[in-house]
């Protein structure tokens, strides 16, 4: 997903009541490897790395994706739209869904 469709992403997860969505910027003030997303849905955090293609979470990524988990978030690595609206438990687009993995803090 490129970061237009980031953005579409973002305005659409907006939209759905009880979700509040956020890009996180790749910057100096972020931690290395900070997940793409922060999702609130209905009192829960998701933390979404956003990748396209074959692309994989780099290990200081997926390290990160494993300390939000550990600290109770729901974590997720999506190639797709539907795959980030599908962990949230938004209805799915009309699109297919593609390979996803997601990891829960909780029990």
Do not use: Y
Request: aromatic share 2%; proline share 9%.
């Amino acid at each position: 997903m490129k970061n237009a469709a980031i953005g579409a992403l973002v305005r659409d997860l907006n939209k759905i009541p009880g979700v509040k969505a956020l890009k996180l910027p790749g910057s100096a003030t972020l931690e290395s490897g900070t997940p793409d997303l922060l999702i609130v849905a209905h009192g829960h955090p998701f933390l979404i790395e956003i990748k396209h293609g074959r692309d994989k979470p780099t290990p200081i990524q997926q390290c990160r994706l494993d300390e939000w988990a550990a600290a109770g978030a729901t974590t997720a690595v999506c190639w797709s739209r539907a795959d980030a609206m599908a962990i949230i438990g938004a209805p799915p687009p009309s699109a297919p869904r593609t390979t996803l993995r997601a990891r829960s803090g909780r029990a």
